[in-house]
């Protein structure tokens, strides 16, 4: 069963950036699509990017377009999120999913996704 670590979160001043990344193991990562959700105290949990199984596919949240980059590693069986530009806004608990629904490309529909990690927080504060 695929499992899934995130890892790269942390506290950084609006502007800043950081690299988020997803290790999987268990299975293959390249059978996967992959996203990135967040979710914040008190909102719904919300795509940011996801990224189909070879890349060829990725799709933005509108608000981070510009801002986010999303990439993968097949052979080190890990994706990533570039985050620059952070905004007070994007302060959130970080989720990596993985999902074969949907194959070939990739949704932003947290409920097409059936593998998750355990998240990492991202705060933006001056």
């Known amino acids: 069963q695929l499992q899934l670590v995130e890892s790269g979160g942390g506290l950084v001043q609006p502007g800043g950036s950081l690299r988020l990344s997803c290790a999987a193991s268990?299975?293959?990562?390249?059978?996967?699509?992959t996203g990135w959700f967040r979710q914040a105290p008190g909102k719904e949990r919300e795509g940011v990017s996801c990224?189909?199984?070879?890349?060829?596919?990725?799709n933005y949240l509108d608000s981070v377009k510009g801002r986010f980059t999303i990439s993968r590693d097949n052979a080190k069986s890990s994706a990533y999120l570039q985050v620059n530009i952070l905004k007070l806004e994007d302060t959130a608990v970080y989720y990596c999913?993985?999902?074969?629904?949907?194959?070939?490309?990739?949704?932003?529909?947290?409920?097409?996704?059936?593998?998750w990690g355990q998240g990492t927080q991202v705060t933006v504060s001056s």
């Open positions: 999913a993985a999902t074969r629904v949907g194959l070939p490309g990739c949704t932003l529909v947290a409920g097409r996704y059936d593998s």
């Open positions: 268990g299975s293959t990562l390249d059978s996967y699509a």
């Open positions: 990224i189909s199984r070879w890349g060829g596919t990725t």
